[in-house]
Nanobody, 128 residues
Framework: VQLQASGGGLVQAGGSLRLSCVAS????????PGWFRQAPGKEREFVAV????????LYADSVKGRLTISRDNDANTVYLQMDSLKPEDTAVYFC??????????????????????WGQGTQVTVSS
């Protein structure tokens, strides 16, 4: 699986961005997606993850209610809608994917080390 992330940029606080992650290769519903971010000098952290069947999601407390993960299986694309952005959201955002081993699995993964497939990252900068 190859992942290509895009959509980052510079935005003022309170603004919005939508990140996209297009997957190539095998992309059936045996894969669960996630979004992570890494700020300068900090470890990579989970932001939002989704189950293989797309029905279950989990968000980091810091982004809950402002960021939304979604999936378009026909387009092999996962999105991260980012609203009410804050300066502390500034980071490189990475999409990731993991094969669950099940078709339409209802569980997700939150640890960086659970994900073997990663996109290249896209920079999000929020100015105050």
């Amino acid at each position: 699986v190859q992942l290509q992330a895009s959509g980052g940029g510079l935005v003022q606080a309170g603004g919005s961005l939508r990140l996209s992650c297009v997957a190539s290769g095998r992309t059936e519903r045996q894969y669960a997606p996630g979004w992570f971010r890494q700020a300068p000098g900090k470890e990579r952290e989970f932001v939002a993850v989704m189950s293989g069947n797309g029905k279950n999601t989990l968000y980091a407390d810091s982004v809950k209610g402002r960021l939304t993960i979604s999936r378009d299986n026909d387009a092999n694309t996962v999105y991260l809608q980012m609203d009410s952005l804050k300066p502390e959201d500034t980071a490189v955002y990475f999409c990731a994917s993991v094969k669950t081993g099940y078709y339409n699995a209802d569980f997700y993964f939150t640890r960086v080390r659970d994900y073997p497939y990663w996109g290249q990252g896209t920079q999000v900068t929020v100015s105050s």
